[in-house]
């Protein structure tokens, strides 16, 4: 039997990319044909997948076809075409309005996107969001039938080799903060920073803060890089895209994970920072209080004098410090591997017993 997925983009480090590939692998193991289609293929993963205009023939009858839907794309003209059987997995969308200002064109995109998605309610088998969060999403856009199946991580690159250049140059007495995840506005960096400065200034001068993650919308990268400046505040370091190796050592140097994101589908960086020992202090928003479960600490309300206090106490009260890592170390048999293998079983044998 032949299973295939699609998806719009695969690029090296994405965290869907990533989960497109951990599926592949599961489902090879368990026997099937199974290749990636996609639109954008970057340079560095072209060993890893086809153009979604080379699905055809053979290759495409009688395959059962994985859709990875995150954004408008010709891919889904394409899954929207044929009469395969069609599981739909949700990685969500983020709503335009957040780059209104920033980048007119991908507000566009992404609008689209969100309205592409109601085109699919009555040509899918099954649809499943990869958080709770997304699943009442396709609920509530009128999908009859919908599940939940996380990102499929594999946590062992975070303990191969980390980099030993950046545990030589940070892995000290200093308080080190971290959030990872590509530099756009519905991720608020700026509030990250705000909440590092109002720490760094009045609580302990003896910290950094690391932004990991790709940069690329021009005016939202001059904002922040301005911003620093207008604060004053130093040790901000914004790293760019990391190596796996390097993102190891991060983690492993990290005494806290902040995140202040105002829309995320999953967010991968808090199942990473679980898996590191690593506290995470986030902004109760879409995904986030889904995927922390009853871990992490949640912030309610964005009053940066407050959050000071918070990370303070995160960094240096160990009593909570390790009540707080326990509890996430508990959330992660959530995303336990063979857990959500058995899930991904069990949505396949859904489409193969149904006509």
Not at 166 to 182: E, H, K, P, Y
Not at 316 to 324: F, G, K
């Amino acid at each position: 039997m032949k299973i295939h997925q699609l998806l719009p983009c695969l690029r090296h480090g994405d965290a869907i990319g990533n989960h497109t590939l951990e599926i592949q692998r599961i489902l090879r193991q368990w026997g099937y044909d199974s290749e990636i289609y996609a639109d954008d293929i970057h340079a560095d993963m072209r060993a890893f997948a086809k153009s979604y205009m080379k699905l055809r023939g053979s290759a495409l009858r009688d395959a059962i076809l994985l859709y990875h839907f995150s954004v408008g794309s010709p891919v889904s003209e394409f899954v929207k075409s044929v009469p395969n059987k069609k599981l739909l997995i949700y990685h969500n969308i983020t709503p335009g309005h957040f780059f209104k200002g920033y980048e007119d064109y991908i507000r566009q995109v992404l609008d689209n996107g969100r309205e592409e998605l109601h085109h699919f309610v009555n040509l899918c088998d099954l649809a499943v969001g990869d958080s709770e969060y997304n699943r009442i999403e396709l609920e509530e856009a009128g999908f009859p039938r919908t599940g939940v199946l996380p990102i499929i991580l594999d946590f062992d690159k975070y303990s191969r080799s980390p980099d030993a250049l950046v545990l030589q140059r940070f892995d000290d007495d200093w308080a080190n903060l971290m959030f990872v995840g590509r530099l756009a506005p519905n991720k608020c960096q700026e509030d990250i920073i705000h909440a590092f400065y109002v720490y760094k200034q009045y609580v302990n001068p003896k910290s950094r803060l690391f932004l990991v993650g790709l940069g690329g919308i021009e005016r939202y990268d001059f904002m922040l890089q301005e911003f620093i400046k207008k604060l004053g505040v130093k040790d901000v370091y914004l790293t760019g895209k990391v190596s796996d190796d390097e993102l190891a050592a991060y983690y492993q140097i990290a005494d806290l994970l902040l995140c202040m994101s105002e829309h995320e589908g999953f967010n991968v960086p808090m199942v990473e920072a679980m898996h590191a020992g690593v506290p995470v202090l986030a902004y109760n928003s879409t995904s986030i209080p889904y995927t922390l479960g009853e871990s992490g600490v949640l912030i309610n309300d964005k009053r940066y004098d407050e959050i000071a206090e918070m990370i303070d106490l995160l960094v240096t009260n160990q009593t909570l410090r390790e009540a707080v890592i326990a509890a996430q170390r508990k959330r992660l048999d959530y995303f336990d591997r063979a857990r959500l293998e058995q899930t991904l079983k069990s949505y396949i044998a859904e489409l193969t017993t149904t006509n």
